[in-house]
């Protein structure tokens, strides 16, 4: 696979799922352009790159647009080799996934 050329995420500084891709992307050392969403007032350019759920974050990779920031995290572990977000060995790699999960469910959901 080629190196992606041009990396934006769009986001909201509000939001917890953005900041973990934020987290991940500057990890990888991967360029990024960052877009802030109004959340209020969502563009036509944004509304365009997630019809279905209309959320933050979205990360574009050469015009290419991925939504959910779970999956926006898998994305970025698989394309950027360096500094891998999880372990090799198994079982530290699902400790790891256990305490994602319990921030993802119990933390960022309840932030607000």
């Known amino acids: 696979m080629a190196t ?4 934006k995420l769009y986001g909201a500084a509000v939001s917890g799922y953005c900041t973990m891709v934020h987290h991940a992307l500057r990890l990888k050392g991967v360029a990024y352009d960052y877009v802030e969403v109004d959340l209020k007032n969502k563009s036509e350019e944004f509304l365009k790159l997630h019809p279905v759920h209309k959320k933050v974050p979205i990360l ?12 926006i995290l ?3 572990d ?3 080799k360096q500094h891998p977000l ?3 060995d198994p079982y530290l790699r699902s ?4 305490w994602a999960d319990f921030f993802y469910q119990k933390v960022i959901l309840y932030q607000f």
């Open 4 to 7: 992606p050329k041009e990396v």
């Open 60 to 71: 574009v990779v050469d015009g290419k647009p991925i939504p959910e920031s779970l999956v």
């Open 74 to 76: 898998q994305y970025v």
């Open 78 to 80: 698989e394309t950027w």
């Open 86 to 88: 999880l372990p090799q």
């Open 95 to 98: 400790k790891v996934r256990f």
